[in-house]
């Protein structure tokens, strides 16, 4: 009976604890860093990234001169916008792709850019 009782102590404690890690992580940004290549978008400040694995973003940014570097293989790094309900749509399509929907299951998503590396000044490369 004392292991019994112990052992709903324990798990209780621990649903605890990962309820609360839950609800802190809440308020992080989700920051990625994509390598890809960088094409115009439909009007001067919008901007669109082909990652090597098959993901495609629209980039803005305040910060980065972007423009310099169309046409060019780019390392990007930036803050995925409404972060939450982007990744709640890639896990539906995860989902989705598990059970067999044959659909390409590559992430789309817009970011806004806090650093540009050039990896390449040529997307060919």
């Known amino acids: 009976m004392r292991s ?3 052992c709903l102590v324990l798990t209780c ?3 605890i604890w990962v309820m609360a890690q839950d609800s802190s992580d809440k308020g992080k940004s989700d920051t990625r860093t994509i390598t ?3 094409s115009q978008g439909d009007n001067a400040k919008e901007f669109n990234l082909k990652a090597d694995n098959g993901s495609t973003w629209e980039v803005r940014s305040s910060t980065v001169s972007l423009a310099d570097h169309v046409g060019h ?3 990007a790094t930036g803050v995925v916008s409404n972060a939450t ?3 709640m749509k890639e896990d539906t399509k995860d989902m989705a792709h598990d059970t067999g929907v044959t659909k390409n299951n590559h992430e789309h998503g817009h970011l806004k850019v806090t650093n540009v590396q050039m990896v390449s000044d040529s997307c060919s490369k």
């Open 85 to 87: 309900a982007h990744n």
């Open 13 to 15: 404690t621990a649903s």
């Open 4 to 6: 019994l009782l112990l």
């Open 36 to 38: 890809g290549c960088l």
């Open 73 to 75: 293989k780019i390392t």
